[in-house]
């Protein structure tokens, strides 16, 4: 589809961001938009703002937690324990296939 048939673009600014480790992006957006207060850092990933002097905090990241740590933190031994022993007693009496 060329020019022609698009019609002329909207108006444009281009809008500098900047991120914590002081990258900077430039979006562009319509002049009429509306602009975001935030913008993910094409380069890392962090959010960036508007004002230089006074970035978005970095994410904290979370630690990778497996299937077990996640239970750990629902269940007390003592329930862990129930639980194991009752999934047991049903494999000894041959009703796996009834979980």
Request: proline letters at 11%.
């Amino acid at each position: 589809m060329g020019e022609a048939e698009r019609g002329e673009a909207a108006p444009r600014i281009r809008v500098s961001y900047w991120c914590a480790k002081g990258h900077e992006t430039r979006p562009s957006f319509a002049a009429d938009a509306q602009l975001p207060d935030t913008w993910d850092c094409p380069r890392c990933g962090w959010p960036a703002s508007r004002n230089r002097d006074e970035p978005p905090a970095p994410p904290k990241t979370e630690p990778y937690k497996t299937h077990l740590a996640y239970v750990r933190e629902r269940r007390t031994p003592e329930e862990g324990e129930a639980i194991l022993a009752e999934a047991l007693a049903k494999l000894r009496a041959g009703q796996l296939g009834r979980f």
